[in-house]
Nanobody, 120 residues
Framework: QVQLVESGGGLVQAGGSLRLSCAAS????????MGWYRQAPGKQRELVAA???????NYADSVKGRFTISRDNAKNTVYLQMNSLKPEDTAVYYC??????????????WGQGTQVTVSS
């Protein structure tokens, strides 16, 4: 079994910063891409940022220049540094990881979500 545990969400004023963390644990041989998604009330879940095992990144246009994704492969952890936050960034943020287990099968796993609320 694999678990993704997120932390770092909360309430912040517009213009502020938050740092999200997501640690993977369990039966892990390796982790491929990791990413952060978000879902606002009444909207579909959308990709915010993703990072490959080699460190290549991509971002949603709405967060480019404000958010930075990074990972620590030794700790099986992915981070999302969010700066210059806007009220429209308010959402539940979910961590996602493509995990290869010891049988070499790859499955996508999701965290439980962490609430980020940006007040105006």
């Amino acid at each position: 079994q694999v678990q993704l545990v997120e932390s770092g969400g909360g309430l912040v004023q517009a213009g502020g910063s938050l740092r999200l963390s997501c640690a993977a644990s369990g039966s892990i041989f390796s982790i491929n891409a990791m990413g952060w998604y978000r879902q606002a009330p009444g909207k579909q879940r959308e990709l915010v940022a993703a990072i490959t095992s080699g460190g290549s990144t991509n971002y949603a246009d709405s967060v480019k220049g404000r958010f930075t994704i990074s990972r620590d492969n030794a700790k099986n952890t992915v981070y999302l540094q969010m700066n210059s936050l806007k009220p429209e960034d308010t959402a539940v943020y979910y961590c996602n990881a493509g995990v290869q287990d010891y049988s070499r099968r790859v499955y996508a796993h999701w965290g439980q979500g962490t609430q980020v609320t940006v007040s105006s």
